[in-house]
């Protein structure tokens, strides 16, 4: 870091130096690089705001390569009950793995079309954690157009089914109750 004052203004900024041995001195140049550092610090902090927002919405993004290599961000590892950091299985058993075995088939069908037709996809899953519970993952996916790669999101949205479910049950309820007193 860089601390001085310039015609009574305060001036920081950072800078990068290297140290040469020269025949019998050195040489020492430095370069700023402050507008790296606040760009980094940007960047830092834009990535801690979209790990915030993935908490809340309980929405994780995952990818797909060319050669079947799948990543997910720490969020939605957590959704499918892993820890942040944990490496998945090639797509194929991943589906297999992660995938509900009714829902197998249904996912890896979007995922030809998508690649096939470069159409995006958007659907309810039902998905394995990894300790066994069965969640509701609505899932989005699209081929991204500069590389033969997939990528999507994932939302767990099982409590939110579960409150519909409830609804209509109450609704149901209702309606047999007024019909009963009518």
């Known amino acids: 870091p860089y601390e001085d004052v310039i015609e009574g203004r305060p001036v920081t900024g950072f800078y990068a130096m290297h140290v040469s041995k020269?025949?019998?001195?050195?040489?020492?140049?430095?370069?700023d690089v402050s507008a790296e550092r606040r760009a980094r610090a940007r960047l830092e902090a834009a990535v801690a705001r979209l790990d915030a927002a993935q908490r809340l919405a309980r929405l994780g993004i995952w990818e797909v390569t060319g050669d079947g290599r799948v990543t997910f961000t720490d969020e939605?590892?957590?959704?499918?009950?892993?820890?942040?950091?944990?490496?998945?299985?090639?797509?194929?058993?991943?589906?297999?793995?992660?995938i509900a075995p009714p829902d197998q088939a249904i996912l890896a069908d979007l995922i030809s079309e998508a690649i096939a037709e470069g159409r995006p996809f958007t659907r309810d899953l039902r998905i394995r954690r990894a300790a066994g519970e069965e969640r509701i993952l609505q899932v989005y996916g699209a081929v991204h157009?500069?590389?033969?790669?997939?990528?999507?999101?994932?939302?767990?949205?099982?409590?939110?089914?579960?409150?519909?479910?409830?609804?209509?049950?109450?609704?149901?309820?209702?309606?047999?109750e007024r019909a009963s007193v009518a």
């Open 76 to 98: 939605l590892l957590r959704i499918f009950g892993l820890d942040p950091g944990t490496s998945l299985p090639p797509l194929v058993e991943a589906i297999e793995t992660f």
């Open 22 to 31: 020269f025949g019998d001195g050195v040489i020492i140049s430095a370069r």
């Open 145 to 176: 157009e500069d590389e033969p790669r997939l990528w999507g999101t994932g939302q767990d949205i099982t409590e939110q089914r579960l409150a519909d479910e409830a609804l209509r049950e109450a609704a149901v309820a209702l309606a047999e």
